[in-house]
């Protein structure tokens, strides 16, 4: 009865753990909930940019707006890529969505073919490998180096590619990871998609939560030579997850970008279009970079969390880790050798039942070993450190 796609189809960031957690919560016991990069649950509010213009405009959102999306918050998304460095797009390479999980279901269902591959990073965003498996896509994984603060490997991704090979996903800045990666990284990849004829999926939702002015390169402002969606939104660098607002662009040569842009328009005319009161806020969101920047500049409270955070982590005897430069998100490895747990998940699992605190186990981003876990750096500074008190005292009873 039940559809054989599902079969693979997963995610620990909503998994069994994650209800675990509710059923914890229903019997009266207090969780802290660190697997979702969630803003609004720990108290990050909505920009006041935000909240004016969608209250004041609330009739403007009630009729079905187009296929792609308004046409002013798409000449928004377009002047924000531009300034990136990204060359010929117009309104018309933009669709608008219901945040980055419908991008990826527009694009991946206008470009999957039974059976085509899709390189995709390990450790890896599992909405991605979810979306390839549904459309009946092969998820192929080329591998990212702790030792070099999780890059993409190159010879990898080389090593992956058939001639059932569709395309090549980054993420950058990454998720897991909180990696950013360089330019010289970027290219490599970007000359190896011109070679191949291969398209490149690059998912920049954080590029906005870059700490320490650390420089960030759009993949697609490399040239104009391959065939490259961006995808980004205002969810996590505004702080409104739930009003689900992401979209795509579309660059690269003309002919290949006008037969995409075609497919795309079937797929989305489906869902008729997206969130129409979030899209009023999109051009006044872009320009309120304030916002923004008052979370990640040395007085912010993203940037003091992560401080902390890692802070405590290096604490920590057991626990080895490369400090995120984006985002908020930490992606530790647990030393199993020395301490008694089978795996990342029985890790994750004790730490749920006898900490209440709940993470994800790297094998839910397809790591590939089985001794890493995801922390959201988003509760304040001092829930932040007593969480990792928590995990040492963990490591410290189950020590071999």
């Given at each position: 009865?039940?559809?054989?796609k599902l079969k693979e189809v997963h995610s620990d960031i909503r998994g069994e753990l994650y209800h675990m957690a509710l059923e914890m919560e229903r019997n009266g016991e207090r969780v802290?909930?660190?697997?979702?990069?969630?803003?609004?649950?720990?108290?990050?509010?909505?920009?006041?940019?935000?909240?004016?213009?969608?209250?004041?405009?609330?009739?403007?959102?009630?009729?079905?707006?187009?296929?792609?999306?308004?046409?002013?918050?798409?000449?928004?998304?377009?002047?924000?890529?531009?300034?990136?460095?990204?060359?010929?797009?117009?309104?018309?390479?933009?669709?608008?969505?219901?945040?980055?999980?419908?991008?990826?279901?527009?694009?991946?269902?206008?470009?999957?073919?039974?059976?085509?591959?899709?390189?995709?990073?390990?450790?890896?965003?599992?909405?991605?490998?979810?979306?390839?498996?549904?459309?009946?896509?092969?998820?192929?994984?080329?591998?990212?180096?702790?030792?070099?603060?999780?890059?993409?490997?190159?010879?990898?991704?080389?090593?992956?590619?058939?001639?059932?090979?569709?395309?090549?996903?980054?993420?950058?800045?990454?998720?897991?990871?909180?990696?950013?990666?360089?330019?010289?990284?970027?290219?490599?990849?970007?000359?190896?998609?011109?070679?191949?004829?291969?398209?490149?999926?690059?998912?920049?939702?954080?590029?906005?939560?870059?700490?320490?002015?650390?420089?960030?390169?759009?993949?697609?402002?490399?040239?104009?030579?391959?065939?490259?969606?961006?995808?980004?939104?205002?969810?996590?660098?505004?702080?409104?997850?739930?009003?689900?607002?992401?979209?795509?662009?579309?660059?690269?040569?003309?002919?290949?970008?006008?037969?995409?842009?075609?497919?795309?328009?079937?797929?989305?005319?489906?869902?008729?279009?997206?969130?129409?009161?979030?899209?009023?806020?999109?051009?006044?969101?872009?320009?309120?970079?304030?916002?923004?920047?008052?979370?990640?500049?040395?007085?912010?409270?993203?940037?003091?969390q992560q401080k902390a955070l890692c802070a405590e982590l290096e604490k920590t005897e057991g626990i080895t880790f490369v400090r995120n430069k984006a985002s908020f998100y930490v992606f530790?490895?647990?030393?199993?050798?020395?301490?008694?747990?089978?795996?990342?998940?029985?890790?994750?699992?004790?730490?749920?039942?006898?900490?209440?605190?709940?993470?994800?186990?790297?094998?839910?981003?397809?790591?590939?070993?089985?001794?890493?876990?995801?922390?959201?750096?988003?509760?304040?500074?001092?829930?932040?450190?007593?969480?990792?008190?928590?995990?040492?005292?963990?490591?410290?009873?189950?020590?071999?």
């Open positions: 009865m039940i559809s054989t802290l909930k660190l697997n979702t990069g969630n803003p609004a649950k720990f108290g990050f509010k909505m920009p006041e940019s935000i909240k004016g213009i969608i209250t004041g405009n609330l009739d403007m959102s009630t009729p079905y707006c187009d296929i792609k999306g308004m046409t002013h918050s798409r000449e928004a998304i377009k002047e924000y890529h531009s300034l990136k460095g990204i060359e010929g797009i117009t309104t018309d390479d933009v669709f608008i969505t219901n945040g980055v999980s419908e991008a990826s279901h527009l694009i991946i269902s206008a470009l999957c073919s039974e059976g085509d591959e899709f390189l995709m990073p390990s450790p890896c965003y599992s909405l991605w490998v979810n979306m390839v498996r549904l459309a009946g896509g092969k998820a192929v994984f080329y591998d990212c180096d702790e030792k070099q603060e999780w890059m993409p490997e190159i010879e990898s991704i080389k090593n992956k590619i058939t001639n059932k090979t569709k395309a090549i996903l980054i993420i950058n800045p990454n998720n897991p990871t909180g990696t950013v990666y360089g330019n010289d990284v970027l290219q490599k990849i970007y000359a190896l998609a011109k070679e191949k004829n291969l398209i490149i999926l690059s998912d920049e939702i954080y590029d906005r939560l870059v700490y320490n002015n650390l420089p960030f390169t759009s993949t697609a402002s490399i040239g104009n030579d391959v065939l490259t969606v961006t995808f980004n939104g205002l969810s996590k660098s505004h702080s409104v997850c739930g009003l689900r607002s992401g979209w795509l662009v579309l660059s690269g040569p003309e002919d290949k970008k006008k037969e995409l842009r075609s497919a795309l328009v079937t797929v989305a005319s489906i869902r008729l279009c997206s969130n129409a009161l979030m899209q009023l806020a999109i051009p006044v969101a872009l320009k309120d970079s304030a916002y923004t920047d008052g979370m990640i500049n040395e007085n912010g409270r993203l940037y003091i530790p490895k647990i030393d199993l050798v020395k301490y008694d747990f089978e795996s990342d998940r029985d890790f994750s699992n004790k730490l749920l039942c006898e900490k209440k605190i709940l993470v994800v186990p790297g094998s839910g981003f397809y790591a590939n070993d089985n001794s890493h876990f995801r922390i959201v750096g988003l509760p304040e500074e001092n829930d932040l450190r007593n969480a990792v008190k928590s995990m040492g005292e963990l490591l410290l009873k189950y020590r071999k």
